[in-house]
């Protein structure tokens, strides 16, 4: 046995120094022979390495064409100096790293970004520090891509004026994990991007959305945080979406939810923190889906369903502080509720098995009236209110009699 | 003028009612806002307070007043005094007292808790709603001799302004729902005292956003200057109107 695998190791030595007889490591950079990253790259041929030393880079438009190791030393800085697209990769197998780049130009008929890849596959992007840019990374018909570690971050006010931070349109087998976004338009865009993964990312302060996400359809966002943007996230027209252990915070404004959810089937939201959300959850046309050990807290409503959902299961939920726990806009409920806590649940417990005897109505009578007429808004938290829903609470004849919990659990989950 | 007020100010510190209604708002306003653990959810608790006992007290302890006083006030009457000096006094020293109370009771806790424009908003509207209800109660005092009567009549009156009025306003709100009503609602509303200080304090906090298109519509009426102006303008005749019809009355009537 023992000599084949010495064989073994001696021959995959040999092999994978093979390779590196063939491609070479070119070094370009102001000190160096070769003084600018697009000469580097034309004399370049595929799979070499090119190693760009610090420095103020103005190269226009860098177009990679061929299969390239490009790694910047100190974040060397390119900059497009608001009238180019910095780098178009345009080639499969094509790694990117340790540039910052900034200043990338701005037109909404070509949408130039930082970094834009163009029908490629297997290309790396990582470890980029991204700043003022139009786009920071955009990818159209992209496959098995990865974008890691980028921090991209931009000062926009205005939504027409400013692009979004990570952009992937048509594309499959992404990988997004471990960015920092802030100040774009949206944090994250998905259009027709499929089975992918969006993990660990931190989304704050964009003008629009943290997460933006369409027609993708298999693809799961997991541990991410998306913190004080302007409308929250938004999932719209898709199937098989898994959203796991993501943390939604203080997405608080007029019209800011921490998911808005249309046209959504088959998905899973599990495990979710959604916390100081002026709406935690809206769901609308969302069907067959689950909703398990999330937590709300603090949110002005918990969840909004609209009555064009079907069977989304809500169960094993914490629900605590918040104004209105549950809102939905007519009576005809097709969701199950099921042992969720509560904490304004006042029903007792006979027989101290941690599920109350009493089912729990998470509506209002308030919340059915505004959803119905917004004008009545105008007395919010008077003293009227609080007595009518008081009393709904006692004889329930308004709000829908299906919607209820019928196990609340009178004790927090541990999650 | 002053020593009548000085005699009024002080018959009702004796009476220890105002004591204890100062004890009561201290310790419910430290106690809401010890229960919390969101400032702003105090507040809104305190608002609720401010919006409910503040009216009942100052309208039920100064038509109680007004009559229980009614030989002193006789006793007044056949001294050298003028009619409107006795009861713009009464008047005085019933809302001096009562809006000291307030502030000493709600204000220093809001003030400890909440030191900012909010919080000073939420005292400026104590002070009018004390202001506005002693003025009420004072005209439902003298259009009535019966004590029992003035005394249900003010009670009535709290009931209207705290909960009936709401009721129209959530009955038009059904009725005209096919209209663009917020700016006729909003209008309506400010009619009511306790509800114009309702939103002005509410728009202040957090909370507003849950408004929506709604609370936008009143944020831009009351967050502009004409729209505080207004506002201003309409508590301030609250008490006003009342107390000028009320003092009319006075003068004329004969006791």
């Not at chain 1, 992209?142 to 992937?168: L, P, S």
């Not at chain 1, 499929?194 to 959305?209: C, F, G």
Request: with cysteine; charged share 15%; net charge positive.
């Amino acid at each position: 046995m023992k000599p084949i695998i010495i064989r073994l190791i001696f021959f995959s030595i040999l092999f994978s120094k093979s390779f590196t007889v063939f491609s070479k490591t070119i070094y370009a950079g102001k000190n160096q022979k070769i003084k600018s990253i697009n000469q580097a790259i034309s004399i370049a041929t595929a799979y070499d390495s090119i190693i760009i030393t610090e420095g103020k880079y103005f190269e226009k438009n860098i177009i990679i064409n061929k299969p390239l190791v490009l790694i910047g030393k100190n974040f060397p800085l390119l900059d497009g100096e608001k009238k180019y697209e910095i780098v178009s990769i345009k080639s499969n197998e094509v790694i990117f790293t340790g540039f910052k780049l900034q200043n990338s130009g701005k037109a909404t008929m070509t949408d130039p970004a930082a970094i834009k890849v163009y029908n490629s596959k297997k290309v790396i992007i990582s470890g980029n520090i991204i700043l003022n840019s139009y786009f920071g990374i955009y990818i159209q018909y992209g496959i098995d891509c990865k974008i890691k570690d980028n921090k991209i971050i931009a000062h926009g006010t205005d939504e027409q004026q400013i692009g979004n931070a990570i952009h992937c349109w048509k594309s499959d087998s992404l990988i997004i994990s471990g960015n920092y976004t802030k100040g774009h338009r949206d944090g994250i865009y998905f259009e027709f991007v499929t089975n992918s993964v969006i993990w660990r990312n931190i989304s704050k302060k964009n003008v629009r959305y943290g997460l933006h996400f369409m027609f993708s359809h298999n693809d799961s966002y997991i541990s991410n945080v998306f913190e004080n943007n302007g409308a929250g996230v938004a999932v719209m027209f898709t199937n098989n979406v898994k959203m796991y252990n993501n943390f939604f915070i203080y997405n608080w404004g007029d019209a800011a939810y921490g998911i808005l959810l249309k046209e959504i089937s088959d998905s899973y939201i599990v495990g979710n923190h959604f916390s100081s959300n002026t709406v935690g959850i809206y769901l609308e046309g969302v069907s067959r889906s689950v909703i398990e050990k999330n937590i709300f807290e603090k949110n002005g409503w918990a969840l909004k369903i609209q009555a064009s959902c079907m069977e989304a299961n809500i169960n094993f939920n914490n629900f605590i502080g918040n104004t209105f726990d549950v809102g939905t806009n007519g009576t005809l409920v097709m969701n199950n509720f099921n042992s969720n806590y509560w904490d304004k649940y006042e029903g007792y417990d006979l027989n101290r098995n941690g599920i109350g005897d009493v089912p729990y109505r998470p509506i209002s009578l308030f919340s059915m009236i505004i959803e119905k007429n917004q004008p009545a808004l105008i007395l919010f938290r008077s003293i009227m209110v609080t007595l009518l829903d008081k009393s709904e609470k006692l004889i329930p004849s308004l709000t829908p009699e299906n919607l209820k919990d019928e196990k609340p659990l009178t004790r927090k989950i541990n999650l | 003028m002053n020593k009548i007020l000085k005699y009024v100010i002080l018959d009702i510190v004796r009476n220890k009612i105002v004591l204890s209604y100062i004890a009561f708002l201290f310790i419910i306003t430290f106690g809401v806002f010890n229960l919390e653990d969101n400032q702003s959810k105090g507040l809104l608790s305190t608002l609720n307070l401010v919006l409910f006992i503040v009216p009942l007290v100052s309208i039920i302890f100064s038509t109680v007043y007004i009559y229980n006083s009614s030989e002193f006030i006789e006793l007044l009457l056949s001294q050298p005094l003028k009619r409107k000096t006795i009861w713009l006094s009464l008047f005085y020293g019933l809302s001096i007292s009562l809006i000291i109370a307030f502030v000493i009771g709600t204000g220093i806790p809001i003030l400890i808790f909440f030191p900012d424009f909010t919080g000073i908003m939420m005292i400026i509207v104590g002070v009018f709603l004390s202001l506005i209800f002693v003025s009420i109660s004072l005209l439902a005092a003298v259009y009535t001799r019966d004590k029992a009567k003035g005394i249900g009549i003010a009670i009535l009156l709290w009931l209207y302004f705290a909960l009936v009025f709401d009721g129209i306003i959530l009955f038009l709100t059904f009725q005209l729902a096919d209209y663009p009503i917020e700016k006729l609602i909003m209008a309506i509303s400010s009619l009511n005292p306790i509800d114009l200080s309702r939103i002005a304090v509410l728009l202040r906090l957090d909370d507003s956003a849950l408004m929506g298109y709604t609370g936008a519509v009143f944020k831009e009426f009351l967050g502009s200057v004409t729209g505080i102006v207004i506002s201003a303008t309409i508590l301030i005749l609250w008490f006003l109107v009342p107390l000028y019809f009320s003092l009319r009355k006075f003068k004329n009537k004969d006791l």
